[in-house]
């Protein structure tokens, strides 16, 4: 039995939108220490207010990539959340590569000081982009994305999904040579409260909000997520840490297949906003059909996604809208600089 009571945990990159979503889980499990290192680049303390307001969260503020903080911050760990990374939605990585690069180093200064620490496991949090992109080019034919059909041969999502395969890989180097316990979580399409406009779900909401017409929809509208609810996404990275310890890695995604259009048409319905849909093929998108398959973790982890979509997607949509209520305008003058950033 895993007793997270007598775990003191990190958490890198908490202070984020799945971070703090994990922050808050393990605190209610009853983790005995729980300690946040992030650079606030894209992350956000208001996030962790209440838990640094009562003393549950010891909040670190630096930058992962200088080998003095991931050192530092690994002293009398037991549990590290990798979650830190440079990332944003697709127009940022598709804009950003060389800064998605920075990922191979950021992951192997901390990987190299959890273990120089003696910490006692790691859960990496990968990517569906570390999936040959080739397979998910067809969106008439239904494609669930096992775990064995990452490679080789090898074919990631640009180099952010090229930097989250590689740390997979070193991970099982580590744990091969070294016997470093950890697990690789690939994550597919997050969303929920505390996302960022980056991400397309938040941005579609957005410009319902903002009452846009025409709202505009990335792309043709027919590509294909498979949207996976916040909540559920952290229930596994937890799954994770008490179950795998040989760097296994293990999609946590949904196997609900959404169209782009489609979520559009949700929200523009549940919002209650009548707008043309304008489709911007000259933006970017991503693969057509990205779509997990979550056997294995059904299997290892006995998980599996308890938010639908339609559901989750509304308790996103009312947090949004009390969000920004008192900054409609301000969100406004800003809103297609976010689009592509990585923060405010």
């Known amino acids: 039995m895993f007793n997270w009571s007598a775990k003191t945990v990190l958490v890198t990159g908490g202070a984020s939108f799945i971070g703090s979503h994990l922050v808050d889980l393990l605190v209610k499990i009853g983790t005995r220490r729980l300690v946040v290192v992030d650079d606030l680049s894209t992350g956000r303390l208001c996030n962790l207010e209440g838990h640094l307001r009562e003393g549950a969260v010891e909040f670190i503020e630096g930058n992962l990539l200088d080998p003095a903080v991931a050192s530092g911050a690994m002293k009398g760990v037991d549990v590290v959340f990798h979650l830190a990374a440079i990332h944003g939605g697709r127009g940022y990585i598709d804009s950003h590569q060389a800064q998605c690069s920075r990922n191979f180093v950021l992951d192997g200064i901390v990987i190299d000081a959890a273990c120089k620490a003696a910490v006692e496991k790691l859960v990496f949090t990968s990517s569906g982009c570390i999936y040959p992109v080739s397979l998910q080019s067809d969106t008439t034919k239904s494609v669930y994305l096992t775990e064995d059909m990452a490679g080789p041969p090898y074919e990631s999502d640009g180099l952010y999904g090229w930097a989250k395969l590689m740390t997979e890989q070193t991970l099982r180097s580590y744990h091969e040579d070294y016997g470093f316990r950890s697990a690789s ?14 991400h397309s779900v938040i941005a579609m909401i957005g410009r319902a909000f903002l009452g846009l017409s025409p709202v505009e929809v990335w792309g043709n509208g027919e590509q294909i997520r498979n949207w996976t609810y916040v909540g559920d996404i952290v229930r596994g990275l937890v799954a994770a840490a ?6 296994t890695a293990v999609n946590l995604g949904t196997e609900e297949p959404i169209r782009v259009l489609d979520a559009m048409r949700m929200i523009l319905q549940y919002t209650r906003h009548d707008a043309p849909i304008a489709l911007r093929t000259d933006m970017p998108t991503g693969p057509l059909n990205r779509v997990a398959s979550h056997h294995r973790a059904t299997q290892l982890l006995g998980w599996t996604p308890q938010v639908r979509f339609e559901e989750g997607l509304k308790r996103t949509i009312d947090w949004y809208f009390k969000e920004h209520e008192r900054d409609r305008e301000e969100l406004r003058d800003k809103f297609d600089r976010l689009l592509m950033k990585r923060a405010a």
Not at 242 to 247: G, Q, R, S, T
């Open 185 to 198: 979580c690939r994550l597919f399409t997050a969303y929920g409260e505390r996302c960022l406009e980056s």
């Open 242 to 247: 008490e179950k795998v310890d040989d760097a």
